[in-house]
């Protein structure tokens, strides 16, 4: 389960940095994060493109909640749960990133670290 924990936080911390991009995009137009690498790498193009809602709530939000119900739920060892939930996760990672790699040609550093996470989640949560 710590490995479980570690990567809630984890995620949770990749996912509020994602949150926090996000909102500063929309204050400014002109702002550039340590994420925008160029056009073709850049977090800027995931964070303001159609697909950062989900029925209109940013992913990065989602995601935060996310963790954060992930992690109380390994403190309560509901492994059946977890493991539904990372399958969730996952399959929306892989979603994604097909928009973001393929549809939209970007490769999104903070992104692809949600992905590795969530695939890591899988991992960890079958073994569990």
């Given at each position: 389960?710590?490995?479980?924990?570690?990567?809630?936080?984890?995620?949770?911390?990749?996912?509020?940095?994602?949150?926090?991009?996000?909102?500063?995009?929309?204050?400014?137009?002109?702002?550039?994060?340590?994420?925008?690498?160029?056009?073709?790498?850049?977090?800027?193009?995931?964070?303001?493109?159609?697909?950062?809602?989900?029925?209109?709530?940013?992913?990065?939000?989602i995601g935060m909640l996310f963790y954060v119900g992930l992690f109380?739920?390994?403190?309560?060892?509901?492994?059946?749960?977890?493991?539904?939930?990372?399958?969730?996760?996952?399959?929306?990672?892989?979603?994604?990133?097909?928009?973001?790699?393929?549809?939209m040609k970007n490769f999104c550093l903070v992104c692809t670290s949600?992905y590795i996470i969530n695939i890591l989640l899988l991992f960890f949560?079958?073994?569990?």
């Amino acid at each position: 389960m710590l490995a479980l924990q570690i990567l809630s936080i984890l995620g949770f911390v990749v996912s509020l940095y994602a949150y926090i991009v996000e909102r500063k995009y929309e204050k400014d137009k002109k702002y550039k994060a340590v994420c925008d690498i160029s056009d073709n790498m850049s977090c800027k193009k995931a964070f303001t493109s159609e697909y950062r809602t989900l029925f209109g709530i940013s992913n990065s939000f989602i995601g935060m909640l996310f963790y954060v119900g992930l992690f109380v739920l390994t403190l309560y060892n509901f492994s059946n749960i977890i493991f539904y939930m990372s399958w969730l996760s996952f399959a929306m990672s892989v979603y994604l990133a097909y928009i973001s790699f393929i549809k939209m040609k970007n490769f999104c550093l903070v992104c692809t670290s949600i992905y590795i996470i969530n695939i890591l989640l899988l991992f960890f949560s079958y073994s569990v």
